[in-house]
Nanobody
Framework: QVQLVESGGGLVQAGGSLRLSCAAS????????MAWYRQAPGKQRELVAT???????TYADSVKGRFTISRDNAKNTVYLQMNSLKPEDTAVYYC?????????WGQGTQVTVSS
């Protein structure tokens, strides 16, 4: 069974940092790319960053220069380092493959940035 477990969210002041982790089952981690997504209240889920198995990355314009996605293939874990956080980064953050598998969404981890 495919599983994704996100962790590392919390409440932080604007300008602060958080590091999110996503532990993935082996069957997901063998896919060509993994990604972080987020969903803010009242908004659709959006793509935040992607990373290929070889380490190539892409970022949404809204997080470019502030967020860094990385992966540890040996640990089947994807990370999202978030710096210079803004209130508009407040959302539930999810990881999944890219493109996402509909049946593989985890519970996500809440990130709240106070002004």
């Amino acid at each position: 069974q495919v599983q994704l477990v996100e962790s590392g969210g919390g409440l932080v002041q604007a300008g602060g940092s958080l590091r999110l982790s996503c532990a993935a089952s082996g069957s997901i981690f063998s896919t060509p790319a993994m990604a972080w997504y987020r969903q803010a209240p009242g908004k659709q889920r959006e793509l935040v960053a992607t990373i290929t198995r070889g380490g190539a990355t892409t970022y949404a314009d809204s997080v470019k220069g502030r967020f860094t996605i990385s992966r540890d293939n040996a640990k089947n874990t994807v990370y999202l380092q978030m710096n210079s956080l803004k209130p508009e980064d407040t959302a539930v953050y999810y990881c999944n493959t890219f493109p996402p598998r509909g049946g593989s969404w985890g519970q996500g981890t809440q990130v709240t940035v106070s002004s």
